[in-house]
C-alpha cells in the first residue's frame, strides 16, 4: 500500500498521499475541522473544509490529502511535521473507537495503574510509554551489535530446566510425561552459561527473560525480568569490566546523547568502603539527583564471598552451614583468600562486580570456580546435604572435562532502562508487568485450569482452607 507517514509529509510538499492512522484530536470550527492524525511516526494536521466529517478520538481512519506548506505565523514547531498541513481529499473511517477508559494524552503517573494495566494496549498509545518501549528496542539492538562485532554468539538456553539457584524461590511446572515431576524455569542461565564455557563457545550472550518468585519493588516487576546474560573465557575480572564499561558508555552516547556520565573511567570501590562510606553497597554518586541527564556508574567490588546464612536462605541444607554465597555459589574465591576458606570463611573475598547506576544495583557478575575441587568445598561450606549436591552433580562432571577459566555478568535491562530514563517503576519501561499482586498486565493470570488439566498431570488441588 502506498502509504505516507505523518512524519514524511514534510518531504511530500504539494503532493497528494495517503495517511492511515488514529484520530488524536478533532477540533470544529464551523465549516472548518482540523484532525490530528496520528501513527507510529507521530502526528499530522489534516484540515477539513467540507464541513461533512464527523469522527470521535481514536477512531482509525484513512485520509487522502494534498501536502500543504504552512502560513508562517501558523508553524507548530512540537511536531516534526508541524511546518506542513494536509487537505483532506477524501476521508474514511476504518474502524470506530469507544470512549478510552482514561486519558493517554498526558504521562499517565497519576492513573491507577490497576486500570493502566488492565488496558495496556491503549496506555502503550502513551507517547511516553510507546517511547521507551522504543528506546528499550534500540537498545538491546546496540548491545546485540556492539556484542556480535566483538565475536560474542547469542546463545538461547532453555526455559524448561531444573532448579537455578540464583537465591530466589523458583517458579514450577508440572510435567505431564514424567508424572510427579517438575521444571523449574530459569532464575538465570547461570548453569548453562558456564556450560557452554567448558562447550568451547568462550564468548556468550543471551538478551534473556529470567524468572524469579520473590515479592515486588518498584526496582522489580514480580515474576519475571530481562537481563543482558554474558559469559567469557580466558579473562580476567578486569576484561569483563572494562568491556561493561566501554558497551555502556558507546550506548550512552549513541541513545541517550542529552545524557552525560559523570565519573569515567567508572569509580570502583570495594565492599568495605562503600558499606563505611554510603551504608549501601550501591551508592548513588550523582552530584545533583535532580538532573535526569546525569548517570553516575560505579562498580562495587571486593565483597565477602561469604554472607551469614539465614533460616530462610535457600543454601539452608544440613541445618548446621552458617555460610550463605553473597552472589551465587559459583562465584570464584580471591585465589589469595583459599586458604582462608578452612580456616576463617567470612574473610575470604569474592571475584564479584556489582554495576551501579544512580543509587540502583543493574547488574552483578563474578569469576566463576571452575576446579571441580573448589566447587565442592563450596557447596561443603554453604551446607550442601549429598542430595542437594546431586542437584549440581552435571556441572561437577563438567568440571573434569577441561573447563576454561571463566568469567561474565548480568546487567539488568529493565532495570538499566529505569534508571537511565528516570522511571519510577520497572514497570514503565515493559510492554506488559505484572502487577505488584503478581497480576499479569491484560490477561487474567494467574488462573484456574480445568479438572482434565489437573488430571492429566494427576495434579490435587488441597484447598488451604
Ligand atoms: N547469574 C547472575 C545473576 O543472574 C549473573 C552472573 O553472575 O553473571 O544475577
Redesign the pocket.
Known sequence: MDRCLAADTIKNIDTEVTLLGWVDTIRSHGKIAFIDLRDRSGLVQCVDTSGKISAGNEDVIKITGLVKKRPEKMINLKIPSGTVEVSIKSFEILTKSKELPFAIDCDGYDINEEIRMKYRYLDIRRLRITRNLKIRSQVTTFIRNFLTKRDFAEIETPMLTKTTP?GARDFIVPSRLQKGKFYALP??P?QYKQLLMVAGIERYFQIVR?FRDEDPRADRAYGEFT?L?L?MSFVNQEDIMRLTEEMFTKLVAEIFPEKHILISPWPRLSHKEVMEKYKTDKPDLRKNKTDKNELAFSWTIDFPLFTEQSKEDFYHGSGKAKFAPS??MFAAPHPDDIPLLSSDPMKVRGLQHDLVLNGYEVG???MRIHEKELQEKIFDLIGFTDKQKMQFEHILTAFTFGVPPHG???PGIDRFLMAALGEPSVREVMAFPTSSSGQTAVMDAPSNVTEEQLKELEIKIVSAK
Open positions: 540464583e532464575q538465570s547461570q529470567c537481563q546474560d559469559e552472589h551465587h552483578g557478575g563474578s561474565g555478568i548480568a
